[in-house]
């Protein structure tokens, strides 16, 4: 995605803290590795964070499971700072201190905060400059504030706040307070520099807490000012599983409501999963109970029926997929009718108005136009040439326990049923297989080929040995 600098004189840097292990959410995984609408919640606030700044501006914080952590986004291009001992927020920044010092200003973004909008972060930003503040930090008003730092607003002047307060270190007449703080700030960096080391660990959390500079600048006569997001929901942050499902949900609603908004039909879409990158053209029907993963595209006029996963697949126009199919990282052409209960692996390229039905599985197989292949079959490391029939039970028998074949099947092809096409093995254009063959050499083009056993037909027998005392058989 091309970055549309925000327009400032000022540079920007954006610093992700994202070095925490999650202990409340008992998993092995680093926190900011758990996913969300499919993609780690780091994901989702790089992807943000890149729409406000290059990627070269882009740092994230990571100290547990770091290499795993800085693997799982490399490809973004951000760069990365160690905090290989995690004492706080506000030691994550200290870390960060030499990257930081060229830049007028620094987003803080929270690794742990992943709905955070590009429109709210533009709106912070300019309420930043406007209020030329050395500390604004992203507020918000949830139903239930507990466990987030509050804000104390300071009761004269509109927009300032006098401290941060944690929720372990709320005195009684402080309870009350519901304003709470997202974990999103942008500084100006010469006073934070000024004060970083000025934060400590002696508090109710026992670690060095950026929060706290809220307090610090404004005892040094700087500045501090709060906006409240527009919806609460891009601030929440995830600390256990239960809130980790409940951004999904969040997530994956408002995905479905994106595509309905642009004229996709989702019945019953509570019951859908749909991964945040899917598109879906107009006039598309999804039925209930569908997953579309990862970078899904499914064309227009489409019909997805129930209960079918499809996984980074592209789907062209007027494709009807029945029930209870499983697509992963294939192509399926406009027209073409798949299911129910096919299996199309890794590799598998359906062509135009083609027919993949029951109970039969693709891998690495290219289908052309027209091509059927309608009841249990397996097709793998093949090609099918257009309108050739594969007939029922047909098998490519791909694999000598050593190595993978490829079975080539020309076009106009009839593959009769039972047939198994043992690779590497070729059917040219216009060729003939009779039912319950064993192919293991070229067909040419236009002949038949019958590889089976010849039928023996004894007259009576039947008849006779069920007339025969079953001792004496
Ligand atoms: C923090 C804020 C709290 C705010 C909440 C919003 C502090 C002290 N408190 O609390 O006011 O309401 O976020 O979600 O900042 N991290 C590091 N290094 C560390 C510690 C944490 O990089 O040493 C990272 C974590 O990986 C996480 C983020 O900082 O992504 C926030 O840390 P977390 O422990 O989740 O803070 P909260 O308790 O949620
Ligand atoms: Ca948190």
């Known amino acids: 995605m091309e970055a549309t600098k925000l327009e400032s004189p000022s540079t920007l840097a954006v610093v992700i803290m994202a070095a925490g292990k999650g ?12 996913e969300i609408g499919g993609k780690p919640l780091l994901a989702h606030v790089i992807a943000a964070a890149g729409r406000v700044a290059k990627p070269e501006d ?10 795993r952590v800085k693997a799982a986004v490399a490809a973004t291009g951000i760069r990365f700072i160690d905090q290989p001992e995690q004492r706080g927020t506000g030691h994550a920044i200290q870390c960060a ?11 803080v973004l929270s690794g742990d905060v992943p709905l955070i909008r ?38 004269i002047e509109t927009f300032e706040v006098d401290a941060i307060i944690e929720q372990k270190s709320l005195m009684s007449d402080q309870q009350d307070l519901n304003e709470v703080n997202s974990g999103i700030y942008v500084f100006r960096t010469a006073p934070l520099l000024a004060h970083l080391d000025q934060l400590h660990d002696r508090n109710a ?13 404004r005892s040094a006569g700087e500045r501090v000012v709060a906006i409240q997001a527009a919806e609460t929901t891009e601030v929440l942050g995830v600390n256990t599983i239960a809130e980790l499902v409940a951004l999904d949900a969040t997530l994956r609603a408002s995905t479905a409501s994106r595509l309905m908004a642009a004229g996709v039909t989702i019945f ?78 890794p590799g598998s390229d359906i062509g135009k108005d083609a027919h993949v039905g029951n109970f039969v599985e693709t891998k690495k197989a290219k289908l052309g136009a027209g091509a059927k292949a309608n009841h249990l079959t397996y097709l793998g490391d093949a090609e099918v040439g257009e309108g050739s029939n594969i007939g029922a039970g047909v098998i490519t028998c791909n694999y000598d326990g050593v190595n993978k074949h490829m079975t080539k ?54 008849t006779a040995r069920k007339a025969t005392p079953k001792s004496k058989q």
Request: glycine share 8%.
């Open 97 to 107: 201190r030499e990257a930081i010092a060229a830049y007028e200003n620094i987003l």
């Open 409 to 462: 099947i020309g076009s106009g092809v009839f593959v009769g049923s039972d047939s198994t096409l043992v690779a590497p093995v070729t059917l040219e254009d216009g060729s003939y297989i009779g039912a319950g063959s064993c192919i293991t050499k070229t067909v040419p083009a236009g002949s038949l080929a019958v590889g089976r056993s010849r039928q023996i037909t004894k007259e009576g027998w039947a």
């Open 268 to 345: 019953r879409p509570e019951t859908c999963v749909i991964d945040a990158d899917v598109q879906v053209e107009p006039d598309t029907v999804i039925e209930p109970f569908v997953q579309l993963l990862s970078n899904t595209r499914i064309g227009s006029d489409c019909l997805i029926r129930s209960y079918s996963v499809i996984e980074n697949c592209t789907l062209g126009n007027g494709v009807l997929l029945r029930q209870s199919c499983i697509l992963t990282d294939s192509i399926v052409a406009d027209g073409a009718k798949i299911g129910p209960f096919a299996h199309l692996r």
């Open 205 to 217: 959390n026992n670690e060095i807490i950026l929060t706290d500079m809220a307090g610090l600048l």
């Open 58 to 67: 882009i740092y994230a914080v990571v100290g547990h499971q770091a290499d």
């Open 23 to 34: 202990t409340r959410l008992k998993s092995r995984r680093p926190k900011v590795l758990h």
């Open 118 to 155: 590009p429109e709210t972060i533009e709106s912070l930003w300019q309420f930043h400059l406007s209020q030329q503040a050395a500390m604004t930090i992203l507020t918000a008003v949830p139903d239930d504030p507990t466990g987030y730092g509050r804000i104390v607003r300071n009761a």
